[in-house]
Structures are given as C-alpha cells and as structure tokens.
C-alpha cells in the first residue's frame, strides 16, 4: 500500500478520535471512593439494622451493582449497605480472581476492587498495607503500620515497643485480633499514667483506634491495644473493633463505652485521611 500523506492525516484523525472516545467513556464512569468502602466494609456489618454510614454509601452500591451483575449478590441486597451478605459476595469475587486466605476476607484490595470496575467504574484513593514482612521494634506489622507507628513515635518523646505485632494467633486472649494486619499491643509498663493516655492520643490521631487496657477487663497487664482503621487485611474480630470504636465503645466482648478520658479523645479518622492533614 502506498502511504500518501492524506493516509497519514487521516489515520491519524481517526486514531485521535477514538482516543478522545475512549477518555469520554473513562469519564462517564462512576467512581468508587477506595476508602470510603473500606469504612462500611468496617462499620456496618454488626450493625442491627441495613443503614448506611455516611458518605460511602454512594460509592459502596457500585461494589454491590458489580457484583451482582457477576451473579454473587442478591438484587436486594444492592443497597449501599456493606454487610454480611456484600462482604461474603466479595469474598466469592476475590476467590474467582485466585485469591485464598486474607486475601479473600470480603474486603476489598485495590487490584481486586479495580479489576470489579472494569467497564464499570473507576477506583480513587486507593489503600495500600505494602509488604506483610515489615517490622516494628522487631515484631512483624505491615508497611502502612510501620509507617503509622513511626508518625506516632515522632509526636512522644518516648519511644513505642510492641509486644505482639500483627499476622499473628500466638495469644489466645487477643481473641483473634491480631491474625490479620494493622493490630498491635504496646508495652506501658514504664510510662506514666499520663504518657500512657498520650500515647492513646497520639495513635488515635494517626489513624488508630487504640485502647488502654488494664488488669480488670481481662488476664493482661497494662497495654495499649491499637488496630488500624481501614487497614485491608484486619481480621473480622479486628474489624468488630473499628466499629466499636466508631460509635464510641471499647472494642472489648461487653461493648462498653470507651473509658478514655475526653482530654485524649481525637475525632475518627484513618492513616491516608490523616496524611491529606
């Protein structure tokens, strides 16, 4: 074929064309806000009732729509509710990808989640744990966890040891908290009462939902227990705890009310939330 320049400017308009197709139709696809799915996939399973948690409702009834058009969830439970029934057609969405164990908790990851959106809509604020096999004081955590426990560290002037990391089942008394990412127990033996609460405050402010236990709630010593808030891979006693701690309770079996003193409360809030100040 004999290649004129009348071919070229044409090809070329056409290749434009499609191309500027193409950006209209990646434009006109809604978008799911990452993280504010991952808060309902936190917040509202335990709930009582199918309500809706402010402001991911929107974004939530696409994962749902998605995944009923896959034939994993009911018609009616496309609702903007993150339930039981969403996390466990999620779960079923993640095992179809080949995925086993955490990584088919129900909750999504960023690659599962955009590859649900393919033709479908788009993922923004996308959530990252990073490498399993980080560390922090020589206990294993994640790299979002290490990296919100070092932000923690630099606003004490005392340093933060750990005394159980995350991925891990070894104490029977963490309930189960502790077999995903995200959750830690911090030692307090040598602080203050009031560095104590501090150390509360300073992880709450990050993006931590933490607790200082102490003897009378169960067979520990004095820790603090912190699980990170929209961390993908927390465990489902761990996500139980997020919820707890978003209506103001004590991630505890009796689902108290928190005993923090108003002082070194902080308002809800998340690692990626807390980095856009």
């Known amino acids: 074929m004999t290649v004129t320049r009348r071919w070229v400017l044409s090809s070329g308009a056409a290749l434009s064309a499609s191309m500027a197709l193409g950006e209209v139709a990646d434009a006109a696809l809604p978008v799911v806000d990452m993280e504010m799915v991952l808060l309902a996939a936190q917040v509202d399973p335990p709930k009582p009732d199918t309500g809706l948690t402010p402001g991911a409702g929107a974004h939530v009834i696409q994962v749902e729509r998605a995944l009923n058009a896959k034939g994993l969830l009911a018609s009616g439970s496309v609702d903007g509710h ?10 079923a969405w993640q095992r179809s990808l080949g995925y086993t164990g955490i990584d088919a908790n129900g909750i999504p990851g960023s690659t599962s989640l955009t590859a649900l959106g393919q033709n479908r809509f788009t993922v923004t604020r996308p959530v990252h744990t990073g490498s399993r096999t980080a560390s922090y004081s020589g206990l294993q955590v994640n790299t979002r966890t290490r990296n919100m426990l070092s932000a923690t560290d630099g606003m004490l002037t005392w340093g933060i040891v750990l005394t159980q990391g995350s991925y891990t089942s070894a104490d029977p008394t963490s309930a189960g908290t502790h077999d995903g990412g995200g959750v830690v127990d911090i030692a307090v033996t040598n602080l203050t009462t009031t560095q104590r609460w501090q150390t509360v405050k300073a992880l709450r402010t990050v993006g931590f939902a933490a607790w200082l236990r102490n003897p009378s709630q169960g067979n520990w010593p004095y820790h603090i227990h912190a699980a990170a808030v929209s961390d993908p891979d927390l465990s489902q006693p761990a996500r139980n705890q ?5 209506f103001g309770r004590n991630g505890l079996a009796n689902h108290a009310a928190d005993d923090t003193p108003t002082a070194y409360r902080t308002p809800f809030t998340w690692w990626e939330k807390y980095q856009r100040g």
């Open 82 to 91: 993150y339930g039981t029934s969403t996390v466990s057609a999620y779960a």
């Open 242 to 246: 997020i919820h707890d701690y978003y």
